[in-house]
């Protein structure tokens, strides 16, 4: 069981590494820059470089939210966008109040939480094809409506300074022990 865990975490792992660079220990800031935000949640690498991509020659910041989000700063790929300024809040088991905190549009990668989509109406944004009322559905990974959202919105009034951690490891000191 152990050795079936190993080889789907690393094939996982490997897997990537090869669409995003090697892994390395990176420095990822809580702090907000003042301006617009923009905030994903969830687990999905892809997603979040498309974000990125889509949003680099705007004036709109990209945060990151969810333990598996802080993982993604530690890609050089991910990590080599401008507009990537840290992650929003450190605590994983208080989405309700950093949604509820959060000056711009939402766009969640896995629905963790349930029956508080009438809280955010109109600044949850979801690619899932079954799609909680109050959520608006991303079709064709057509990203406009929450840009636009996120131009709207007033973003962060002014920057706040908070702690940065280091995230990331090198694996092959890792795989050594």
Not at 48 to 68: M, P
Not at 76 to 103: Q, R, V, W
Request: charged share 20%; hydrophobic share 35%.
């Amino acid at each position: 069981m152990i050795d079936t865990y190993f080889n789907v975490t690393r094939l996982l792992h490997l897997t990537l590494e090869k669409n995003y660079g090697t892994l390395n220990v990176k420095k990822v800031s809580f702090s907000s820059k003042q301006g617009k935000a923009l905030l994903l949640s969830g687990i999905n690498c892809k997603t979040l470089l498309q974000i990125l991509e889509y949003t680099k020659n705007t004036e709109i910041n990209v945060y990151t939210h969810g333990l598996d989000m802080l993982m993604a700063h530690a890609f050089p790929k991910i990590n080599s966008y401008e507009n990537l300024k840290g992650h929003f809040k450190t605590n994983i088991l208080s989405e309700l109040a950093d949604f509820a905190t959060f000056p711009g549009p939402i766009l969640m990668t896995k629905k963790s939480m349930q029956n508080i989509e009438y809280l955010y109406r109109g600044r949850l944004f979801t690619l899932d094809p079954i799609t909680p009322v109050g959520v608006v559905q991303i079709s064709n990974n057509d990203f406009s409506g929450l840009i636009e959202t996120a131009q709207k919105t007033k973003g962060f009034k002014k920057s706040h300074t908070k702690q940065s951690i280091n995230v990331g490891y090198d694996d092959k000191k890792v795989l050594k022990k």
